[in-house]
């Protein structure tokens, strides 16, 4: 059974940071493709970070660029995102996304972040 497991995220004070890791299980890790997405309540779903099957490339982001950081773990199945310099519109929910093929696309159930003073 597929599953990805988001956790890490909470309740945190502007300019504070966060780190979700995002569990996968039931399917070859490392050769898919993986992103974090992010929606707050009444937009749509957006494109964070995306991050190569080894780690090597990464794309983020322009409103995230410098403040988060995408990696992964092939050895332990999870992918992280290490958010510094929180915004309060980085409040949403948080997705990670797993892609080998436009007929293999996996996502998880989704953390949320919420940050304010």
């Known amino acids: 059974q597929v599953q990805l497991v988001e956790s890490g995220g909470g309740l945190v004070q502007p300019g504070g940071s966060l780190k979700l890791s995002c569990a996968a299980s039931?399917?070859?890790?490392?050769?898919?493709?993986m992103s974090w997405y992010r929606q707050a309540p009444g937009k749509e779903r957006e494109l964070v970070a995306t991050i190569s099957i080894f780690g090597g490339t990464t794309n983020y982001a322009d409103s995230v660029k410098g403040r988060f950081t995408i990696s992964r773990d092939n050895a332990k199945n999870t992918v992280y995102l290490q958010m510094n310099s929180l915004k309060p519109e980085d409040t949403a929910v948080y997705y990670c996304?797993?892609?080998?093929?436009?007929?293999?696309?996996?996502w998880g159930q989704g953390t949320q972040v919420t940050v304010t003073s």
């Open positions: 039931g399917f070859t890790f490392s050769r898919y493709f």
């Open positions: 996304k797993a892609i080998r093929a436009p007929d293999l696309v996996y």
